[in-house]
Nanobody
Framework: EVQLQASGGGLVQAGGSLRLSCAAS????????IAWFRQAPGKEREGVSC????????FYADSVKGRFTISTDSAKNTVYLQMNSLKTEDTAIYYC????????????????WGQGTQVTVSS
């Protein structure tokens, strides 16, 4: 059974950093594209970043480019999202998602979703 467990959210001041983790079980990261999405109150869900662990290709939304870094640890079957220089507009529930296959990088309705982790950035 494919499962994704997101963690690492919290409350941080603007300009601060957080690292989110997405622990995967029931599948091997190398066979999947993994993405982070977020949803702020009253807004639609948006893609943040995605990665193909097999070859390290990454993709970022313009809003986080240069501030966020996605990475994987195959030994731990975990995907990370390092978030630096956080802004109040980064406040949202963050979700990790997985889709079988590694041909494409982007944001769509992924097949598997984890529960969210709340990130709150205060001014």
């Amino acid at each position: 059974e494919v499962q994704l467990q997101a963690s690492g959210g919290g409350l941080v001041q603007a300009g601060g950093s957080l690292r989110l983790s997405c622990a995967a079980s029931g599948f091997t990261l190398d066979d999947y594209t993994i993405a982070w999405f977020r949803q702020a109150p009253g807004k639609e869900r948006e893609g943040v970043s995605c990665i193909t662990s097999s070859d390290g290709r990454t993709f970022y939304a313009d809003s986080v480019k240069g501030r966020f870094t996605i990475s994987t640890d195959s030994a731990k079957n975990t995907v990370y999202l390092q978030m630096n220089s956080l802004k109040t507009e980064d406040t949202a529930i963050y979700y990790c998602a997985a889709e079988y296959g590694t041909d494409w990088l982007g944001f769509w309705e992924y097949e598997y979703w984890g529960q969210g982790t709340q990130v709150t950035v205060s001014s």
